[in-house]
């Protein structure tokens, strides 16, 4: 396991989010559930947003869709989320869209899990099915080259996750944030009161 934590201009504002990317099988949607238990806080799949916005799942929109299209449509549903304390797993091919990014980057904490290639093949499957569109004449690898410049681009912290179990990168992530929390100048970030 290795983080790295790039500290960036503090975010003055009274919740924090935290995002999640990386590439398909990278743990974004497993983690990102764990670590949200362990925050007592929400947790958001934009891929669930996406489904829910098109009325069919990612694999099916991914075979309607050219890849500019898919990462259009993407982009709105993540442009749709507004600002609360949540945990976001987000699709793989969030990067492609700038003005999602830079949506996502007023509100959270972008968190990069870092998966070695050969680690990423043996978990994968099959791509089709999870809503994975090649570009034409992209390999995996091509891809995992050419994500992995834009999540580095994107991202606050990097996580590699390869050499620990799902349940211990969770505690470690959920870990680290509540020290970016404590470290903040306002203090740990809370939840309201509910009446």
Do not use: W
Request: glycine residues 6%.
């Amino acid at each position: 396991m290795s983080a790295k934590y790039h500290k960036r201009r503090r975010r003055s504002r009274s919740y924090q989010a935290y995002v999640l990317i990386g590439m398909p099988s990278s743990g974004k949607s497993s983690l990102g559930r764990r670590i949200a238990k362990a925050l007592n806080c929400n947790f958001i799949d934009t891929d669930d947003v996406l489904a829910a916005r098109e009325g069919c799942s990612i694999g099916e929109l991914s075979q309607k869709c050219d890849f500019a299209e898919f990462v259009r449509r993407e982009e709105a549903a993540v442009m749709s989320l507004q600002p609360c304390r949540a945990v976001i797993a987000t699709g793989g091919s969030v990067v492609y869209g700038t003005r999602a990014m830079r949506h996502l980057k007023r509100f959270a904490t972008v968190i990069y899990l870092d998966v070695p290639l050969p680690q990423l093949r043996r978990r994968v499957g099959d791509l089709a099915s999870r809503g994975v569109i090649l570009p034409a004449g992209y390999s995996f690898a091509d891809l995992y080259q050419e994500r992995s410049k834009l999540y580095k681009r994107y991202n606050d912290i990097t996580f590699r996750t390869n050499r620990l179990s799902p349940r211990l990168s969770a505690a470690c992530l959920a870990n680290l944030i509540r020290f970016i929390e404590a470290d903040s100048p306002r203090g740990p970030v809370r939840e309201p009161d509910k009446p």
